[in-house]
């Protein structure tokens, strides 16, 4: 047992948040913390780091384990470049470099019981620099950094001039390689791509420590996590599984708890009827037997009704009239911004009934082709028709189009003037602003409340051709689930921006990757193209030799096909060069960490011990294999990327 949660229990003013929560992580274990927004999950978490103290119960954390916490906001040092921020997260491993330089300058010098302290001492440090990794902590960083997308031009770049998202991303690295036992994540997958999510997957699940994450993102923790912590109205529950089976096991118990809840409900209000019936006999023994069963009642534990999160949300999503087959073609599509080029000669086409997600890392212009077709952006050059009876329904992941001064129910009525008031309040119940709520200004709204009207005015169009921008984003799972069910139902067509793989996963029949400039068909799910671009990548061995074979294979010319013939057979022997130097390197460094090995057992011997010359001449012989060692780690990681 890594971490433990005893009878936590947690209140603000009269609202009861946590009710004695137990749940415990063991070591290596990677789970989940999920929930409804306002579940108390960030509060727990909060609470395992000490930040806030429970009203009751206590956290355990194992002997000697050492905890690490990224938050939402998280605090540290901008005051750094982002690689000095790295470097201060192995900062241990670097102190102890530091000493163990220092000891071999002083070993030249030292003699007798001196020289022996010396060298007890070295191989002290030694041992544990070996234990921490520390040959390896500049690859190491390195790679996390690139995972995370930053580039070598950015390694030097003050921390306080990077924006939020960027900061998270510097946060999350620092974490990472500072290797705690455990590693709470409160939504580490926020303000990374799908490219960086899916390298913070293959760390998570490699990682030797345990991991607690909050996280909405149901692709992500179906890769991660092996059990399910469930906050619901306070009480955490355990499944063991990945995310799909919690949900499936979550279903059905919420349906048993319902249809439990529901023939308590009848029970009552049966015994509350027999009651008044018996009452209103006005006879001795009547008045008593109603007794009798106010009594029951009085004992009887009720139960709660169990939470349906959104349960009241509904969408329907259906179009007023019926487009024609072609609903969107572009053509020859380009767009710069000054000297940098997002995309060129981009060519798609959209048929009536497909939903076609648009994916890719950012920055590489995904909402910036959205807003040309919405026309809020212009071309540099290329053409963009839509086909016959086509009305586009826009969302736009920014939210532009709300008006701050608006109230939530001037949004709607100024933009349907058609509306009832009574039309009006139902739309705005459905998506669960109802009471007072109605007349909250747009300004004061939170990012998952501007995603619930945006919608409901998306539902109000009757649009055909829904054009929608990262749709997702500050919507808790229950909603997206909500909006899942709605596109799949939609009869009209979706052309739609995501970095939420689940969702493209359950909603995409089609996937357009844009890399590298151009666009890459998948006629799929998420699933299958990750199969399809696994495969596409291990035949041409690299991203721009796959491109460039799928231009040629489109293209009928002769010539062209030699080209792609000439391209894929370079990259194979590319490829084998590669695969050969990695082999050779791989050799090299055992054979160098043997080599230091039976240095390090020599320096040992009481023989060598004692002589001055020979240890320093040893010494010298360890230092230099270990600076080649150094240049072959940092080889073999580039071998191997």
Not at 46 to 73: C, F, H, N, R
Not at 325 to 334: A, F, P, R, Y
Request: aromatic share 8%; proline share 1%.
């Amino acid at each position: 047992m890594i971490l433990a949660c005893q009878n936590v229990t947690k209140a603000f003013t009269d609202e009861l948040l946590l009710k004695q929560v137990n749940f415990h992580i063991e070591e290596k274990e990677k789970a989940a913390l999920v929930g409804i927004n306002g579940a108390g999950k960030s509060t727990l978490l909060k609470i395992i780091m000490k930040e806030i103290s429970p009203d009751e119960g206590q956290v355990l954390l194992g002997k000697g384990a050492t905890i690490g916490y990224l938050s939402q906001q998280p605090d540290y040092d901008v005051n750094m470049t982002i690689y000095e921020a790295m470097e201060d997260a192995k900062h241990t491993v670097i102190e102890l470099e530091k000493q163990i330089r220092e000891t071999e300058l002083s070993m030249k010098h030292a003699k007798g019981a001196e020289l022996e302290q010396l060298m007890n001492n070295y191989s002290r440090l030694t041992h544990e620099f070996e234990y921490l990794d520390g040959y390896s902590y500049k690859s190491e960083i390195i790679g996390v950094l690139k995972g995370l997308q930053f580039s070598e031009d950015d390694f030097q770049k003050d921390i306080n001039l990077l924006s939020g998202g960027q900061r998270t991303r510097v946060a999350l690295g620092r974490l990472l390689l500072s290797r705690p036992d455990i590693i709470l994540l409160d939504e580490p997958t926020n303000h990374l791509d799908i490219a960086s999510i899916s390298w913070l997957e293959q760390f998570l699940n490699s990682y030797k420590g345990a991991v607690l994450v909050v996280s909405h993102d149901r692709y992500f923790l179906n890769r991660i996590v092996t059990k399910v912590i469930d906050l619901d109205m306070g009480v955490a529950t355990t499944f063991q599984g990945n995310y799909t089976q919690y949900a499936d096991k979550k279903a059905a118990l919420r349906k048993e708890q319902m249809n439990a809840y529901l023939n308590q409900q009848r029970e009552i209000k049966h015994q509350e009827e027999v009651i008044e019936k018996l009452r209103q006999f006005n006879r001795e023994k009547s008045i008593k037997r109603a007794e009798s069963r106010v009594k029951m009642l009085d004992k009887m534990e009720v139960l709660e009704k169990p939470t349906e999160a959104n349960a009241n949300m509904r969408i329907t999503l259906e179009p007023n009239i019926l487009s024609g087959n072609d609903v969107l073609t572009v053509t020859e599509l380009s767009k710069s911004f000054g000297e940098l080029q997002l995309f060129s000669n981009l060519n798609i086409e959209i048929k009536r009934g497909e939903r076609v997600a648009l994916i890719g890392s950012n920055g590489a212009g995904k909402t910036t082709i959205l807003k040309i077709i919405n026309k809020h952006l212009h071309a540099d050059s290329g053409r963009i028709m839509l086909g016959a009876k086509v009305k586009i329904g826009y969302y736009d992941q920014a939210q532009q189009l709300l008006t701050e001064t608006n109230t939530i129910f001037d949004e709607i009525s100024n933009a349907y003037p058609d509306l009832t008031n009574t039309k009006i309040r139902n739309v705005l119940a459905a998506f669960l602003f109802t009471g007072e709520d109605a007349f909250k200004p747009v300004s004061a709204l939170s990012g998952g409340e501007r995603g619930r009207l945006s919608l409901a005015k998306l539902m109000l169009s009757n649009a055909n051709f829904l054009i929608l921008d990262e749709p997702t984003n500050h919507l808790d799972v229950y909603s997206k689930e909500i909006l899942e069910d709605a596109l799949r139902n939609y009869t009209g067509t979706v052309f739609y921006v995501s970095h939420d793989r689940y969702f493209v996963n359950r909603t995409a029949t089609r996937i357009l990757e844009l890399e590298q400039k151009s666009i890459t068909e998948y006629k799929g799910d998420y699933d299958y193209y990750l199969e399809k671009k696994s495969e596409r990548l291990d035949t041409s061995g690299n991203n721009s030799v796959s491109a460039a074979a799928n231009t040629a294979a489109s293209n009928n010319s002769e010539s062209d096909t030699k080209l792609s013939w000439k391209m894929q057979k370079e990259a194979n022997a590319a490829q084998r060069k590669r695969a050969n130097d990695l082999k050779k390197t791989e050799a090299r460094i055992e054979e160098l960490e043997l080599e230091a090995k039976k240095i390090d057992e020599e320096m040992a011997t009481e023989e060598i011990a004692t002589n001055s010359n020979e240890l320093i001449k040893l010494s010298k012989k360890r230092g230099e294999i270990e600076d080649e060692l150094n240049k072959l780690y940092e080889e073999w990681e580039k071998l191997a990327d």
